[in-house]
């Protein structure tokens, strides 16, 4: 399968660069995945689309302010990104420019922080040893800044709109942006018309961003990312398929999390680790029924998944479809729910 079959023409302006004042004011294109069939309506109108005994799995991982920018020993500017943690001080940093950062270098960052450059991995990419007194994530909450997406160029004034309602799970460099369009009281509602909301966590890497640079998409490899599925969202899972409801998974992440924990009967396990599961047409789903997302990047591996979950035809059909109406794209863009 070939990497320009997922490739569309997005004009700049739809990239939303800031998010809306009301989270479900977005708008929410409904796709039938087996049919093609598409409809338009308001998110916040979303319990409209689901039945009471569906469950709605979202992802409660927490941004990081993951970006820092400090200097070397020479007293050069220099920005890292958290990238993931290896042990209590030990980060997998991705570092830039990444030429300043060799073994044994020594980084500070506003006198609060410094760490030791004490591995090289790839490109920009470090390990770093941080040294501070105190606790590490309140001197990271007012040195760090939130780790927005490349595509993204205005600034951010509420950082918490980067983050869904629900997160509590510090670990990702970017948010699972398809639950940022609930609040608080939309996620009432539904579960007051017997929806169940359960819980999973997965840290989204930065290479959720990475580009496909081969051409046979099936030589492309994914990154990995630590997850987990606890016990008492088996057990809601379970219970939603057993009365027949639909499992409908809030964002690409959650979709991840939930099929690589099922086995290929569809049961479900109670897990944590890491996945590199890389879904694209082809793939067997085993457990999701639904998926509410947003508009993805051309030839990306998430615009890959959702095609997978429905077809190509159709998921290009229901780009071309936004575009003509006008759908706001990405991050702090409009949503989609495919059942």
């Known amino acids: 399968m070939n990497l320009k079959d997922f490739s569309f023409d997005l004009p700049e302006e739809l990239i939303a660069q800031t998010p809306l004042a009301d989270r479900s004011a977005s708008r929410l294109l409904t796709l039938n995945r087996k049919t093609g069939e598409i409809g338009h309506g308001i998110f916040r109108d979303i319990g409209e689309r689901l039945r009471p005994g569906d469950l709605l799995l979202i992802n409660n991982t927490k941004v990081m302010p993951a970006r820092l920018f400090g200097e070397d020993a020479r007293g050069r500017v220099v920005e890292i990104l958290l990238l993931e ?5 030990l980060w997998e940093i991705l570092v830039k420019p990444g ?17 030791e450059i004490i591995r090289i991995i790839q490109d920009g990419v470090r390990v770093i040893k941080f040294t501070y007194a105190g606790v590490f994530e309140e001197i990271l909450d007012e040195l760090g800044e939130m780790p927005l997406p490349p595509y993204i160029t205005e600034k951010l004034d509420d950082p918490n709109r980067y983050q869904t309602v629900y997160a509590k799970e510090p670990g990702s460099a970017a948010a699972p942006t398809a639950g940022l369009h609930f609040t608080d009281a939309l996620l009432s509602e539904l579960a007051n018309s017997g929806i169940t909301i359960a819980q999973c966590t997965l840290h989204v890497g930065l290479g959720t961003f990475r580009p496909v640079r081969v051409e ?42 939930l099929e690589s924990c099922a086995d290929d009967t569809g049961q479900i ?56 109406e006008r759908y706001r794209f ?3 863009g409009d949503a989609m729910l495919m059942i």
């Open 269 to 324: 396990r109670a897990q944590s680790g890491y996945t590199d599961i890389f879904i694209y047409p082809g793939y067997t789903f085993k457990a999701a029924d639904g998926l509410i997302t947003n508009f993805h990047l051309p030839e990306s591996t998430l615009i890959m998944l959702v095609s997978a979950f429905s077809t190509r035809d159709h998921i290009l059909a229901a780009y071309h479809a936004a575009i003509a």
């Open 85 to 89: 943690r290896r042990e209590l001080d």
């Open 99 to 115: 030429k300043w950062a060799n073994e044994g270098d020594i980084l500070n960052f506003g006198g609060k922080l410094s760490g």
């Open 216 to 257: 046979n998409i099936e030589e492309h490899e994914m990154h990995s990312e630590f997850y987990i599925m606890p016990d008492e969202t088996v057990a809601q899972i379970n219970a939603a398929k057993d009365r027949g409801g639909r499992v409908i998974c809030v964002g690409t992440t959650s979709m991840r999390t």
């Open 330 to 332: 990405f991050s702090f």
